[in-house]
């Protein structure tokens, strides 16, 4: 069973940084993308940033220029940089995986992370 692990969320203020981390782990597999998503009160899902296993990158406009995505394909893990924090960023950060486990491939999601962004 693939786990998601994420990390790194908290309360800081306005133009601040923050770096999240998303881990996974359980078994032999093999990570094709990954993303970042997050989920303010009474809104959709929305992906944040997203990195291919060959790290092409693409981004919400919103973020553009502030968050950096990348990963460490060695320790199966992704980083969001957060920088110039808004109160807008303030949601429940999401790490999302295309895991592929022999032929097949899974969608897994982690638990969630709280960034609050304090004005």
């Known amino acids: 069973q693939v786990q998601l692990v994420e990390s790194g969320g908290k309360l800081v203020q306005a133009g601040g940084s923050l770096r999240l981390s998303c881990a996974a782990s359980g078994g032999i597999f093999s990570i094709n993308a990954m993303g970042w998503y997050r989920q303010a009160p009474g809104n959709e899902r929305e992906l944040v940033a997203a990195i291919t296993s060959g790290g092409s990158t693409k981004y919400a406009d919103s973020v553009k220029g502030r968050f950096a995505i990348s990963r460490d394909n060695a320790k199966n893990t992704m980083y969001l940089q957060m920088n110039s924090l808004k109160g807008e960023d303030t949601a429940v950060y999401y790490c999302?995986?295309?895991?592929?486990?022999?032929?097949?491939?899974?969608?897994?999601w982690g638990q969630g992370t709280q960034v609050t962004v304090s004005s």
């Open positions: 999302n995986a295309e895991v592929i486990v022999g032929p097949v491939l899974y969608d897994y």
